[in-house]
């Protein structure tokens, strides 16, 4: 399994992105999906995961703010990030578990990650 994430970059506090997470080698959709940041000097935080049935679920540091969401027919994860705060500076990383989840935001969960996507907001 591969996961390339993109979409990453600066911008100002308040302001919209983002991220894509392309698979290769397993089908998203048959999947538990996840997107984890690392800020420096913090461990690595689960932000939001979709399961195979695309039921969600969301740190309560992003929650109506960010949206995760699956295309399918392009095996690619998403994550919508909006009002954006310098808080949210951190490297974003994509996983995936091909088997079942109990706690879909904890990164012990997850066996296949992406090399992650720098986000920078400023103040």
């Known amino acids: 399994v591969q996961l390339l994430e993109s979409g990453g970059g600066s911008l100002q506090a308040g302001g919209s992105l983002i991220l894509s997470c392309v698979a290769s080698?397993?089908?998203?959709?048959?999947?538990?999906m996840g997107w984890f940041r690392r800020a420096p000097g913090n461990e690595r935080e689960g932000v939001a995961s979709?399961?195979?049935?695309?039921?969600?679920q969301y740190a309560d540091s992003v929650k109506g703010r960010f949206t995760v969401f699956r295309d399918n027919a392009k095996n690619t994860l998403y994550l919508q990030m909006s009002s954006l705060a310098p808080e949210d500076t951190a490297m974003y990383y994509c996983?995936?578990?091909?088997?079942?989840?109990?706690?879909?935001?904890?990164?012990?969960?997850?066996?296949?990650w992406g090399q992650g996507t720098q986000v920078t907001v400023s103040s």
């Open positions: 080698g397993y089908t998203i959709s048959t999947a538990y």
């Open positions: 979709v399961d195979m049935y695309g039921r969600m």
């Open positions: 996983a995936l578990s091909r088997t079942w989840v109990r706690w879909p935001l904890q990164r012990r969960e997850y066996a296949d």
